[in-house]
């Protein structure tokens, strides 16, 4: 029995509480890629849950910390500010929300996620489908 990569996760590294399915990957920024961690673009809201701002503030709010930051991928560079994103069940930081694309980007879009991803098995959660 095969399904795929719909069951797949991308988990918080500190309690393995589900963040994003695989499905919502966009695009990984391999030139921040470290043998310690790799960031994900994570498309719109790409399926995100279980996440809130710093302080438990809801994602859906406006956030109250913003900072400007630079991102880089192979030839492209963007303009953005971002904030921080956390694990609603243990706090821990696990990316970055995209508030604002100051350089009309056309891959970067304000809302879009960057997960931090510290290790390739700590994050990856595979439900097994139920049987019928």
Not at 28 to 37: A, F, G, M
Not at 39 to 56: E, P, Y
């Amino acid at each position: 029995m095969t399904s795929g990569r719909s069951n797949w996760w991308y988990c918080c590294s500190g309690c393995a509480n589900k963040l994003a399915p695989f499905s919502g990957l966009f695009k990984e920024l391999l030139s921040h890629r470290t043998p310690e961690s790799r960031l994900l673009l994570i498309r719109g809201n790409g399926g995100l849950t279980n996440v809130n701002f710093q302080g438990k503030e809801s994602i859906n709010q406006v956030p109250t910390c913003v900072t400007p930051a630079q991102l880089q991928d192979e030839s492209w560079m963007a303009q953005t500010n971002l904030t921080n994103i956390h694990c609603s069940n243990c706090d821990t930081h696990v990316g970055w929300k995209i508030i604002n694309e100051l350089s009309n980007h056309p891959i970067v879009r304000p809302g879009q996620y960057i997960l931090r991803i510290d290790s390739e098995n700590e994050i990856i959660y595979w439900e097994r489908p139920r049987p019928r």
